[in-house]
C-alpha cells in the first residue's frame, strides 16, 4: 500500500493526512486486489472496512474514528465534535477536535485538504464540477473562520490527485453554467479538438465571428478552478499545493469512474488532529 503525503504538512506531528492510491487492499477487481475505500454495488462491506483500517494503519492513526460522508455532489459542509451516530450528508466536513480523522471518497473529483495550523483545525472537500461551481472550498473555509477563528491567510490547501483537463470532458452546457458564475471560467475550459475532417461546404453557413456554434464537448480542469477559488478566498499561493497527477491517466494508480464506469473503487482523501504527539490545546 502507499498513501500519498504533501511534505510541507509531514512536519506538524499532531497532523494525520493521506491521499489513498489503488493498489494494497483485499478487494479484487479486474482480477488483482485493490484498496477500495467506497462501499459500492460491486465489493462487500467487510472488504472496504478492512481496507479502511489498513488505511488508518499505514498513516498511524488506528484508533481515530474515521468520519465519511454521504456525498451527493452539494456544497454541504458538515461541522464535527465528536463521531456522529449516522453517516451525514455533505460534500465536506471540518473539525477542531482531535481524535477525528475526516475523509471524503473521490474517482476523479478533487480532493481537497485544508489545515490551519494556527488554530489546529482541518477540513477535508469533495470538489465535483457541481460542488465547484457552487464554491464549496470557499464555503468551506468561511464556516472554518465563523466556526475556529481560522484566517485563510494561514490556510495550508492540498489537491490531491484527480481527474485532469487532459481527460475531463464535459458538455457546453457545464461550461456556459461556469461562464455565468465566474469571470475567468474561460481559463479553465479547452475546446476537445475531435480530430473530425473539416466540413468543405461550412462557409455557405458560416456565422459571423463570435457567433459560430460552441463545439459539442469541452476539457475542465477542476483543479485549476479550485485553486482560483482558494486564492479569491485569500489563501496565500505558496500555501496552496496541487497534485498533477491524473486518476483517468494512471488507473494502475488510482480509481477513475470515467475510464472505468460504475465498477471503479473509491480513493479517500483524509486528514484529522492527532489525540497526543504535539497537539496543544487553544
Not at 462557409?203 to 457567433?211: F, I, N, V, Y
Request: one cysteine or more.
Amino acid at each position: 500500500m502507499r498513501v500519498l503525503q504533501l511534505a510541507a504538512l509531514t512536519k506538524f506531528p499532531w497532523l494525520v493526512h493521506g491521499f489513498s492510491t489503488r493498489p494494497g487492499g483485499v478487494s479484487e477487481l479486474g482480477g488483482k486486489l485493490v484498496l477500495d475505500l467506497g462501499f459500492t454495488d460491486w465489493d462487500s462491506g467487510e472488504n472496504v472496512l478492512e481496507n479502511r483500517r489498513r488505511l488508518q494503519s499505514a498513516l498511524g492513526a488506528p484508533d481515530m474514528a474515521l468520519v465519511s460522508l454521504r456525498q451527493f455532489h452539494s456544497d454541504v459542509v458538515c461541522l464535527f465534535d465528536k463521531a456522529p451516530a449516522e453517516v451525514c450528508r455533505g460534500d465536506a466536513s471540518a473539525t477542531n477536535r482531535p481524535g477525528l480523522l475526516l475523509g471524503v471518497q473521490t474517482a476523479d473529483c478533487v480532493p481537497i485538504l485544508l489545515v490551519d495550523p494556527c488554530r489546529h483545525s482541518v477540513a477535508a472537500v469533495h470538489a465535483g464540477w457541481r460542488g465547484t461551481l457552487q464554491r464549496i472550498v470557499q464555503k468551506t473555509i468561511g464556516r472554518m473562520q465563523m466556526e475556529f477563528g481560522s484566517r485563510s491567510a494561514d490556510l495550508i490547501a492540498t489537491l490531491g490527485p484527480a481527474i485532469g483537463g487532459c481527460c475531463y470532458e464535459v458538455g457546453t452546457e457545464v461550461a456556459s453554467a461556469f461562464a455565468a458564475q465566474f469571470a475567468n471560467a474561460a481559463e479553465w475550459f479547452d475546446e476537445l479538438r475531435t480530430g473530425d475532417a473539416p466540413n468543405p461546404l461550412q462557409w455557405l453557413s458560416m456565422a459571423p465571428p463570435g457567433h459560430q456554434p460552441p463545439p459539442k464537448n469541452v476539457l475542465l480542469d477542476l483543479r485549476k478552478a479550485n485553486r482560483c477559488h482558494l486564492l479569491e478566498a485569500g489563501v496565500r499561493e505558496e500555501n496552496i499545493f496541487v497534485s498533477d497527477l491524473c486518476t483517468a491517466c494512471h488507473t494502475d494508480f488510482f480509481f477513475s469512474y470515467r475510464k472505468e464506469g460504475p465498477h471503479s473503487g473509491r480513493l479517500m482523501a483524509v486528514i484529522g488532529l492527532r489525540e497526543s504527539l504535539g497537539y496543544s490545546e487553544h
